[in-house]
Structures are given as structure tokens and as C-alpha cells.
């Protein structure tokens, strides 16, 4: 198996220490920056004459750093990858230029599960800050909404079947196994809106679906979360719903939200991403290293 000649990661990995080591075993040269470049032209320069490539989320490696760095072959995305339209590499201009892009799928939704229920919970129970209704509540029989029906929506809706609640979902493709496995409406978005008091969006990054006219139908008095990496809706009319009587928002991340919500009294938002457990970074980890060795095998 050929080693790179030489690895760069253009920004934090988001593995564990002990995994960045075994990354940097796969190339006779490495270098591993600790910030997040804010330029192309930083991106750029990092990146040099590496023909691997490594990154997160966070940073974009579009037509510009790929026509300038002519010696990429390999660039491994540490986080989701779903679809070209939705990464944060031009993948279809890479692919042009035989440059292979990777990522990696299925590795954190355990924790994400795990957030939905304690903060609605925490908010239906009234043992945060906030008390969603005038008495506690439980979760059964609460109508609840998942927009997505993908992986991490498919783990939500069986969550909350289990704990009882009266699931419906939209997504952009039915999924008949799993509304006969939970007996489990499929609405349009609209009547999804029109029906539920919780709504979960589950979208890929850049998919946005909610916008003014989809908050008014919705109405007030209901709670959103969204466990997407950035915002499914359009931020100036989450705010604009969020100065209505009774409504909630939810996002483990505050980049799920936007920044001009953060710090409004009924918003909570967390620091870091529920799907970057420990036990998630070990999942992802691998799937990183096993996408190089595969590619190393047969390049």
C-alpha cells in the first residue's frame, strides 16, 4: 500500500488525538493546522503541493483551490457526506480533474437521539429554564413532526414512537417500510405544519424549507428544533416567529439556528455537535481511515 507523499489538514479534524496520529502514519509527510482558514487564498497556501487533502465541515474547497493546487488526488471529508450539492467541496469540478472526495456517513446519530429527548423533556417537564405548557407534560400522545426521513430521521421517528408520541413526517421521497413499521403518516409539508405542536427538521446542509409563510402556518405556541449543521429555515423569519407567544427553538449547535436568534430567551442551542461523542469520533475515525486505506489499495 502506497503512502501520500504528503497530508495536509487545512483545519481541525475533529478526531481524537490518538486518531490524527494514526492519520499521519498514512503519508511520508504531514501537516495538521489547529484554526480554521478564512480565505481561499489561506487555503491555498496550506495546501501547496499535497496530493492529499484532509478537512472537516467547516472550511470550502471549491473550483479556485482546486485549480490551484494541481497535485490533490484524495480529499477526505472528517464529517457527512450525502450528496455533491450539499458538500463542502466541489466535488463535481473534482471529479473533472480525477481528484477522488470522500466522507463518511452513519457515525453520530446515537447522540443525537439522545439530545432530542433530553430537551424536550427538560422543556415539556419544565427542569430547565423553561416550561413549554402551564403544567408538565409528558411526551406521549404530543404531536410531533420529522422534516427528513433520512438516517437521523428514521432514528428520530423510532425514538419517538417508543416514547409514545404521535409521529407524521415529510421527506422527499416516501419511505412505506417505515411508515408500516411505525404505522406513521406521511404528510405534505404543509399539512405536516398544519398538524403538529413539535417539528424536527433532519435536512442536509444548504436545504432550506422553512420560510415566512411556512412559520405562520405553523402558528404559535409550538417548538422547533433543528439537528441539521446549519439552518433549515430562513433566520429573519425564525425571529420573527420566535417574538410570538409560546414558541421554542432547539439546535445543538448554534450555527443550526443562525446568530441573530442566539441569546433570545426561548432559544437554546448548545455548543458542540450531539454527534460528536467520543464514541462518534471513534466510528467516524474509522470510516476516515478505512476510505484512505481503500483508496491507497487500489491507486
Request: glycine content about 8%.
Amino acid at each position: 500500500m502506497k503512502k501520500f507523499k504528503k497530508m495536509v489538514a487545512i483545519e481541525p479534524t475533529k478526531l481524537l488525538p490518538e486518531w490524527d496520529e494514526k492519520l499521519k502514519t498514512l503519508a511520508e509527510e504531514t501537516v495538521f493546522y489547529e484554526d480554521i482558514p478564512t480565505e481561499s487564498s489561506t487555503i491555498i497556501e496550506r495546501i501547496g503541493d499535497a496530493d492529499c487533502v484532509m478537512l472537516s465541515f467547516t472550511s470550502f474547497i471549491d473550483k479556485e483551490v482546486l485549480d490551484a493546487c494541481p497535485n490533490i488526488r484524495y480529499i477526505g471529508i472528517c464529517a457527512s457526506l450525502y450528496a455533491p450539492e450539499n458538500a463542502n467541496v466541489d466535488i463535481l469540478h473534482a471529479e473533472k480533474k480525477g481528484i477522488l472526495v470522500t466522507g463518511v456517513r452513519d457515525y453520530g446519530d446515537e447522540g443525537v437521539k439522545e439530545y432530542a429527548i433530553s430537551e424536550l423533556v427538560r422543556l415539556l417537564q419544565g427542569r430547565g429554564p423553561a416550561m413549554w405548557k402551564d403544567e408538565p407534560m409528558e411526551l406521549t400522545n404530543v404531536k410531533v413532526g420529522i422534516v427528513g426521513m433520512g438516517t437521523v430521521g428514521s432514528l428520530l421517528a423510532r425514538t419517538m414512537n417508543f416514547f409514545g408520541m404521535d409521529v407524521s413526517y415529510y421527506s422527499r421521497t416516501r419511505k412505506p417500510e417505515i411508515e408500516k413499521e411505525l404505522g406513521m403518516d406521511y404528510l405534505s409539508l404543509d399539512d405536516l405544519l398544519g398538524k403538529v405542536d413539535i417539528l424536527i427538521t433532519c435536512l442536509n446542509k444548504n436545504v432550506v424549507l422553512l420560510d415566512e409563510v411556512a412559520f405562520n402556518k405553523y402558528g404559535n405556541g409550538k417548538i422547533l428544533m433543528n439537528v441539521s449543521i446549519a439552518p433549515s429555515h430562513e433566520v429573519s423569519a425564525l425571529k420573527t416567529w420566535l417574538a410570538q407567544p409560546g414558541n421554542y427553538a432547539f439546535s445543538d449547535t448554534e450555527a443550526g439556528l443562525g446568530e441573530d436568534v442566539i441569546g433570545l430567551p426561548n432559544v437554546f442551542a448548545g455548543k458542540t455537535n450531539a454527534g460528536l461523542t467520543s464514541m462518534a469520533k471513534v466510528r467516524l475515525a474509522q470510516k476516515v481511515i478505512d476510505n484512505i486505506e481503500n483508496f491507497q489499495k487500489t491507486n
